[in-house]
């Protein structure tokens, strides 16, 4: 064959092979195959059954609006945090099971090792968790119902200056992407209230849980009147708690104050009393009083027990995120294989969430939502709740508002 029959060929041979796809496809056309990356091993593995639960819940309580499309969900696990396995979730998921969309995505290098895929694959890619600000800046594909850092942390620097008056503060952070992001963005907040940081403290990485004894000394030893704390949720949490009661730091005039992934409410009860008095800023927690919240709490407990633990904000993120899938599949006709028209469809969407109102920003594919600044509060039923104490309404991805560093729109 001469080099241009080959080419005439190979061209044939394409076409075919999208006709058989297209005509596969059609013959299909309700069953809708979501590519699930989650951590179903190591660090993450608790996050990401809280995560599964949240998208099965979504789905439970949706049954009839999903018809007449099938959701099938292929899971692949992103193990460690560090991009490795993820990229190559998204690759295989994409060329040998061929989804129709891409979706999880707990921690941000997982997020950020993948977008190239994600660009090339031309799928929608819903992140229902990793919350570092630029990640969406990286694929035009990337729709966030997640949050990001700068939203609660901005907040909380704010409200840290405005509602609890503090002058002084340390921030302690886990050293990657969405630490830094949660050191930037309640610095700018704080500092442009009146307050201002005096030490800044890297506190290990996403895997391990480290001893924050050091690092809480350090801070201690520095007096400010507030530690903020930002670690990806999980054990680390947990540990965070402990080493500042440990430390007797509150009575040593010492507030703590973080992120709600410092006090995520799969892990508030294991906390116990230490807990109580606690400050953050997030955009859910399991007591928000609203019908949707009810709702999906109700199921909550009727599927897994009424002794399962509550479902947290990364359940809440991928309760959205499911809701965001249904509602490209149902908008696209069943096309949201056509990943241009499907984050289309999302760019402005509202949702009424379990967390409060919810958007997709059609600028940033960010979403927009209320955050909340949280007290840990014992109940009169013995346990920890968390009181919504100042509501700020539609927040938006401050990083990207203000334009800063690679948050800044390519020119
Ligand atoms: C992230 O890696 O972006 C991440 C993980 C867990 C959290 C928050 C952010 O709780």
Known sequence: ???????????AAATALTAGGAMTSQALAQEVKVGMILPYTGVGAEIAQQMDRGMEQYLKLNANEIKPYKITIIK???????????????QELLTQDKVDVLAG???????????????AGKRLAVIMNAGTSFITNLSPYFVRTSFTLWQSSY???????????????????????PGKDALAGFKTAFEKAGGKVIDAIPAGGPE?????????????????????VFVPAGDQATAVVKTYAALGMKAAGVKLVGTGDIVPDNKLQAMGD????????????????????????????????????????????AYDGMAAIVHAVKATKGKIYDGAAAVKSLEGWKFASPQGPIMIDPQTRDIVMNEYLDEVVKGSDGKLHEKVLVTVPNVKDQCKMLAIGPCAPKK
């Open 274 to 317: 230490m807990a109580v008095g606690l400050i953050t800023v997030h955009h859910y927690n399991a007591d928000l009083d609203n019908p949707q919240n009810k709702a999906f709490k109700a199921s909550w407990y009727k599927t897994y027990g009424a002794n399962a633990t509550p479902p947290d904000f990364t359940s809440a993120g």
């Open 1 to 11: 064959m001469s080099k241009r029959t080959i080419a005439a060929f190979a061209a």
């Open 105 to 119: 995505w707990v921690y941000s290098p997982d997020a950020i090792a993948s977008a190239p895929v994600v660009t």
């Open 76 to 90: 692949r696990d992103s193990k460690a945090p560090n991009g490795a396995a993820a990229k190559v979730d998204a």
């Open 208 to 228: 391990a849980t480290p001893d924050f004894t050091p690092f809480f000394q350090r801070a201690k030893d520095d007096h400010p009147d507030v530690l903020f």
């Open 155 to 177: 907040v909380m620097g704010d409200q840290a200056a405005k509602y609890m008056h503090a002058k002084t503060a340390v921030v302690a952070y886990t050293d990657y992407p």
